[in-house]
């Protein structure tokens, strides 16, 4: 019996006049792309409404820090903090995900100056407070932690605006994540008196805050994003690409291949098989040795360098600035380029940098063709960083890159008082002494000055947010910032 297949329908419909062909396509199959967009487009919806559902409901706190006079830790204790606090990582099942709306909570560094006066805040999630405080604590046990209200609230977030202007925008990698930036190792050397061994990268980037005049203000974020351990595969494989070694990564395709070649071989001869594997590492095993060796200088360092970043852990990050000021005030060069010249202290030529997001795509509040509704885009433009400062967004704007706890803890780091002479950063009185454990605790005289309503008073400009210091007796201000400061 012949099987006969008839190919005069399908003939047919090809000599259909165009327009019919493309009706009758659309009639039939055309429906999937559209139900299958259509789909898409409802549960991004979903998804969006969820995550902003969970995201109000999850309360944050601002905290100022204020460190001890005379701090001499270097930027070590901070990559710790930066460590411990990898521990509010968390990974969602389908249940929390697509029903819950929850995701990664994550962390806000910031640096603010209003009029040169410099404080350092920490954003976070109410529910990883604590773990913000004994990080703090456990390196700096005689810092004061204080939570304060918002010092964004009472600013313009649409423009133009009458008394405000601002300039901002983001930063970003010039390579990809798996190659780092200079970190604070590469600003220590061993001549000089051992106070003038470290040159401090924060230095100038607390004479351009401590510098800023009457009406303008400063802030500078870093969002600090816990993720899992996943992306140090990708620094793997970037150095098998540079020593010219076959990729490890396989599609799908290629399993099946592998899992076939594997059971094939099986049934092959073992013995023959033994000997031609023992061959085929010893093999591998001298061209990895002969690659290595004819690396060139440049190859070689950014081998060395990739394998040691991915050894750390490592964070989602998004570095963002706005400098607002009033109208009258404003000096946008001064500010620009000092924040830009900060950030290149970190670039390395051969291995990774840090620039503006600028372009018709950026972030930053300047756009080329300024002919061309120039100021309705730079208006745009100043709005959106506005807002994603204000509510620290971890998606609008460039997607975050990755850092490891010691680059991030050379961008945002507690100066060393040797190398930084600033004169208005928010520090603690100075260090406080543990009283003899053998002095009497009289518990009457306590209960009396909590129920008078005694409260610890915080030196700064920010107001309190309904509490205190966390630790230590009441204390008296030493040293007020200047009457004329702005209270947020």
Same mark, same amino acid.
């Given at each position: 019996m012949d099987i006969v297949i008839d190919l005069q329908p399908v003939?047919?419909?090809?000599?259909?006049?165009?327009?019919?062909?493309?009706?009758?396509?659309?009639?039939?199959?055309? #429906?999937? %792309?559209?139900?299958?967009?259509?789909i898409w487009g409802v549960i991004q919806v979903w998804l969006r409404y969820i995550r902003l559902a969970y995201g109000a409901s999850e309360k944050t706190v601002l905290l100022a820090i204020d460190i001890p006079r005379g701090n001499a830790q270097t930027p070590k204790a901070v990559e710790n903090?930066?460590?411990?606090?990898?521990?509010?990582?968390?990974?969602?099942?389908?249940?929390?995900?697509?029903?819950?709306?929850? #995701?990664?909570?994550?962390?806000?560094?910031?640096?603010?100056?209003?009029?040169?006066?410099?404080?350092?805040?920490?954003w976070t999630p109410e529910k990883y407070r604590y773990l913000v405080d004994a990080?703090?604590?456990?390196?700096?046990?005689?810092?004061?932690?204080?939570?304060? =209200?918002?010092?964004?609230?009472?600013?313009?977030?649409?423009?133009?605006?009458?008394?405000?202007?601002i300039f901002g925008g983001e930063f970003k990698l010039v390579e990809d994540s798996?190659?780092?930036?200079?970190?604070?190792?590469?600003?220590?050397?061993?001549?000089?008196? %051992?106070?003038?061994?470290?040159?401090?990268?924060?230095?100038?980037?607390?004479?351009?805050?401590?510098s800023l005049k009457r009406g303008e203000q400063l802030w500078y974020q870093i969002l600090v994003i816990p993720i899992?351990?996943? #992306?140090?595969?990708?620094?793997?494989?970037?150095?098998?690409?540079?020593?010219?070694?076959?990729?490890?990564?396989?599609?799908?395709?290629?399993?099946?291949?592998?899992?076939?070649?594997?059971?094939?071989?099986?049934?092959?001869?073992?013995?023959?098989?033994? #000997?031609?594997?023992?061959?085929?590492?010893?093999?591998?095993?001298?061209?990895?040795?002969?690659?290595?060796?004819?690396?060139?200088?440049?190859?070689?360092?950014?081998?060395?360098?990739?394998?040691?970043?991915?050894?750390?852990?490592?964070?989602?990050?998004?570095?963002?600035?706005?400098?607002?000021?009033?109208?009258?005030?404003?000096?946008?060069?001064?500010?620009?380029?000092?924040?830009?010249?900060?950030m290149k202290q970190f670039n390395f030529n051969d291995l990774n940098s840090y620039k503006p997001d600028i372009g018709d795509r950026g972030t930053v509040t300047k756009v080329k063709y300024d002919r061309l509704f120039g100021q309705l885009r730079v208006n745009y433009r100043k709005t959106k960083v506005m807002l994603a400062y204000k509510y620290r967004s971890d998606v609008r704007g460039r997607a975050p890159h990755i850092l490891n706890t010691e680059e991030l803890a050379s961008i945002w780091h507690f100066p060393a008082e040797a190398s930084v002479k600033a004169p208005l950063i928010q520090k603690a009185p100075g260090r406080k002494a543990e009283p003899p454990s053998s002095l009497p605790v009289i518990k009457e005289n306590v209960a009396k000055e909590l129920?008078?309503?005694?409260?610890?008073?915080?030196?700064?400009?920010? =107001?309190?947010?309904?509490?205190?210091?966390?630790?230590?007796?009441?204390?008296?201000?030493?040293?007020? %910032?200047?009457?004329?400061?702005?209270?947020?």
């Open positions: 003939t047919d419909f090809l000599n259909l006049p165009i327009d019919q062909l493309l009706l009758t396509s659309l009639y039939y199959v055309g #429906w999937i %792309p559209l139900a299958a967009t259509f903090i930066f460590s411990y606090l990898a521990g509010a990582h968390s990974t969602q099942d389908l249940y929390e995900k697509w029903w819950l709306g929850m #995701w990664q909570l994550y962390f806000s560094f910031e640096i603010v100056s209003i009029e040169g006066y410099i404080q350092f805040l920490i990080a703090i604590y456990s390196q700096y046990p005689d810092a004061e932690i204080t939570e304060v =209200n918002d010092y964004t609230e009472g600013f313009p977030v649409h423009f133009p605006d009458d008394q405000y202007d798996v190659y780092p930036i200079k970190t604070y190792k590469y600003f220590e050397h061993l001549m000089g008196e %051992p106070e003038t061994q470290y040159k401090d990268p924060m230095a100038t980037l607390m004479d351009l805050m401590s899992s351990s996943d #992306w140090s595969m990708a620094g793997d494989e970037e150095v098998k690409r540079i020593i010219g070694e076959k990729s490890g990564k396989k599609n799908w395709i290629d399993n099946i291949a592998d899992w076939l070649i594997n059971l094939m071989g099986q049934f092959s001869e073992m013995i023959y098989q033994l #000997w031609g594997d023992i061959e085929e590492k010893k093999k591998e095993e001298k061209e990895a040795q002969f690659r290595m060796m004819n690396l060139k200088p440049r190859q070689k360092k950014q081998v060395e360098e990739i394998q040691e970043k991915v050894g750390k852990l490592g964070f989602g990050v998004k570095i963002r600035y706005v400098y607002v000021a009033r109208k009258e005030a404003i000096n946008k060069n001064k500010v620009t380029y000092g924040l830009i010249g900060y129920a008078g309503g005694g409260r610890l008073i915080s030196e700064g400009i920010f =107001n309190l947010a309904g509490g205190a210091s966390l630790r230590g007796p009441e204390t008296k201000v030493k040293h007020e %910032p200047p009457g004329n400061l702005p209270v947020v």
